[in-house]
């Protein structure tokens, strides 16, 4: 005869197995991301796509002194190229951001291309919006206000030792960048984020 405890156990596993269909409606990922993704731009671009040549994408990897175990963004993503040099060279897991679903959808192509599509990963999103704080390297090439608009976010979402590498556009005079070099016409700027306690006087 059953005793309680199979019981009970039997009626947990029975309860699990009626919960199931609604598993992914209580959780708050949904199950397939990817369908819950607006196809239509939801807002005009605040830049539009021009891509960094492969050349300068290999320097700023470099740059970033990137390491296997680093997670690297780029912001505004366009066709993924930055965060697939990144895997492909260095195998780290990547993030690519961007308003855009064309732009999403030939990232996502480009990734499996590559041969990198388990290790990268691109979302249709506003990236004033994204939550940067997993990040350890964010790569730009964007606008010199938009760097800017961005500066609050880097300060309080980035950890320190972060990198921030932009391609062209610096963040300001209030924020030099640790370091910057030319690229034949091409300009790359880096930052590291400093420790908490320091940010006070670089954040205006
Ligand atoms: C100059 S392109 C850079 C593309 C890529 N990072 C590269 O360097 O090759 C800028 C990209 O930002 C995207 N974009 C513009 N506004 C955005 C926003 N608010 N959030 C996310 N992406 C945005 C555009 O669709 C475009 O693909």
Redesign the pocket.
């Known amino acids: 005869m059953a005793n309680a405890a199979t019981l009970r156990g039997a009626l947990a596993l029975s309860g699990l197995i009626l919960l199931a269909p609604l598993l992914p409606a209580l959780g708050s990922e949904p199950a397939n991301p990817e369908a819950a993704e607006p196809t239509k731009l939801k ?1 005009k ?8 040549p492969h050349e ?2 290999d320097r700023m990897i470099d740059e970033a002194k990137i390491r296997p175990t680093d997670i690297v963004y ?9 965060v697939i040099a990144a895997a492909k060279k260095f195998g780290t897991i990547g993030v ?5 679903p064309a ?1 999403i959808k030939e990232a996502r192509a480009n990734a499996k291309a590559a041969g990198v599509d388990k290790l990268v990963t691109f979302r249709v ?6 939550d940067l704080r997993e990040a350890s390297v964010v ?5 010199p206000e ?1 760097n800017r608009r961005l500066k609050p976010k880097f300060f309080a979402e980035l950890r320190p030792g972060a990198r921030v590498v932009s ?1 062209d556009f610096d963040m300001g005079k209030d924020w030099p960048p640790d370091r910057s070099l030319k690229l034949g016409s091409d300009g790359i700027y880096v930052w590291i984020m400093p420790p908490l306690a320091e940010r006070g006087r670089l954040k205006k």
């Open positions: 807002r671009l605040d830049v539009w796509y021009v891509a960094t300068v994408v780029d912001l505004g993503c366009g066709d993924g190229r930055m690519g951001i961007d308003m855009d732009r999103a506003d990236m004033f919006e994204a790569l730009l090439y964007l606008l938009l391609h």
